[in-house]
């Protein structure tokens, strides 16, 4: 062995016995048989003896005394769960230099409830949410007695009072009769709710939109019953609006004798104007940047506009956004955009003008657009020749949202959904029905293992594909779609009457149809990494016979405070004479 070996060696041994000596020894080790691992944690909880298990200045007498005092705090600790009369044994015995203390417990029969007697008195004994309490409790006859249960009966009832308006209610009767003799509990709580208190006076205190405006927001008036809940939805409501820096929703004092509760909501403006920079890089697009300007309130009736410039290798495009709200702000808004977008797609290259107009309303979990899009597109092929097509494109969409979109909780799952189409009786050059939609879900296994799903379905039903627009086509193939091959790489060949004269190209012109799903196993790893192993299969094409293609790869992610990188390994084993393909994408945060 080297000098440097054992010099190592010597330290890690001294840093071992400075880490041994430093971590307190247990004198005292106390064994409990014959419950479940809830029970034994309760019955720790409750023993004097586990406070002493690290001293070292304990006699053999005073162990003993610690032990015997263990079976009556045992006795106790099984209470909770319905168990009033235990077994239990204590025995004690000496392991140089330390007492072993074991408590052998058998249970023995629980204690049952018998009645459970669940009385509303006053303006609320009719009130269908607290009835709904007693309805659901675990605490029913014939159940094991749980002290858990009976404490969760009484706070529910509390709460729910209280979420309905109900702000003066009390438990006036909070009775748990157990018989140990028979074995039986019975359980009396009355709730007296007392009067309901509705919203009182309102006090708007801004001058930054309209009123009428302002109050489109709120998700209560004066006169409803009071709720907790709607104070927590219009300030919710109001945050996600982006007219304002802070909002403060504030109950005042209740008056008892009218029972209202006044409500005053004071708002300060946010920075009129934002501006963004993003950059990013991905295997498919290459260098990719972004620049953004929000005017986030127009005028006072909450108009509002957005710049957008894209560019990056595969992809450049200039929008203008404008937004009207309507109806209700925070569900419905007229939407009208202006964009010019210059892309390769495939071995295609569309330029194209989009005038769109489109309303967007939530139905509960649901976000419906319905829009009119008018596309004035060239389609330039791989010979230089080129179409120009004018489509007058109605349609409609539905996205999933999150449980709470306002309140921003993060979903597992996204679902999209849209039906759009081009008839000529329209004026349109060309005449199709096109359907697509996609689904992505993240399942949570064991700990940090997860399973992520994604599929894609997009189907078109045309007169004549080749007056299709290229943004019209479905292709596959890239980093968000069937990974180890390029992207858009996967589709039908252009015919011939779409590539030089005399050639024989087998050059990618989109399809008719389009087939995606991968399934993904992910592991986390600390310092925010994430690994991944996953299997891709999918193509584009017009006959639904032609076989799909497929690989497998893995990958890892890692999130840092401003930035996501992804980098993902993939080998077509549909192909296999293709290499293995890196996708690598480096995403802006903000």
Known sequence: MSSL???????????????????????????????????????????????????DDLTDPQVRRLADRAVDEAADALRPFGFYA??????????????????????????????????????????????????????????????????????????????????????????LIVNPADLTADARITLETGGRYEFGTLELDQDIIRDDLMQAYLRFSPGQPFSPEALNSTQFALEDSNYFSSVVVTPGERDRINLTVPVKIHVEPIKRNRYAVNAGYGTDTGIRGQFTWDNRLVNTKGHRSRVELTASEIRYEALVRYVIPVGDPSLEKLEFSLGYIDEDIGDLRSQRTELTGGLTQVFGRWQQVMFLKLNDERTIYPDGSSDDALLLIPGISYASLPPNFL?????????????????????????????????????????????????????????????LPASQRFFAGGDRSVRGFALNSLSPPLPASETNPGTSSNQGGGGEHKVIASIEFERDFRRNFRGAVFFDTGNAFNDWSTPLEYSVGVGVRWRLPMLMIGFDVAQALSQPDLKPRFHLNITQVL
């Not at 008195?121 to 007693?134: P, R």
């Not at 006859?141 to 309905?164: F, G, Q």
């Not at 399973?451 to 997009?458: D, I, P, T």
């Open 5 to 55: 070996a054992r010099l190592l060696l010597a330290c890690a041994l001294a840093w071992s016995g400075l880490v041994l000596a430093a971590a307190p020894r247990e004198r005292i080790e106390i064994k409990i048989d014959g419950v479940p691992d809830d029970m034994e944690a309760n019955v720790r909880s409750y023993l004097t003896l586990s406070r002493y298990v690290t001293r």
């Open 86 to 175: 235990p077994t239990i044994r204590s025995r004690t015995s000496r392991d140089d230099p330390r007492w072993i203390v074991r408590l052998k417990i058998v249970p023995g029969e629980p204690v049952r409830m018998k009645d459970v007697d669940v009385e509303i008195i006053g303006a609320g004994a009719a009130d269908k949410s607290l009835m709904q309490v007693g309805v659901e409790t675990t605490l029913k006859p014939d159940t094991r007695l749980e002290h858990a249960s009976y404490e969760a009966l009484k706070a529910s009832l509390m709460r729910t009072a209280r979420d309905r308006g109900f702000l003066d209610a009390t438990l006036t009767r909070r009775e």
């Open 407 to 467: 309140t921003g909780w993060v979903r597992d799952a996204a679902y999209y959904v849209e039906l759009s189409g081009s008839p000529a009786t329209l004026g349109s050059d060309a005449s199709y029905l096109r359907f697509y939609g996609r689904a992505e879900r993240v399942w949570p296994i064991h700990g940090p293992w997860y399973v992520r799903g994604r599929a894609e379905l997009g189907t078109s039903w045309v007169d004549d594909f080749s007056a």
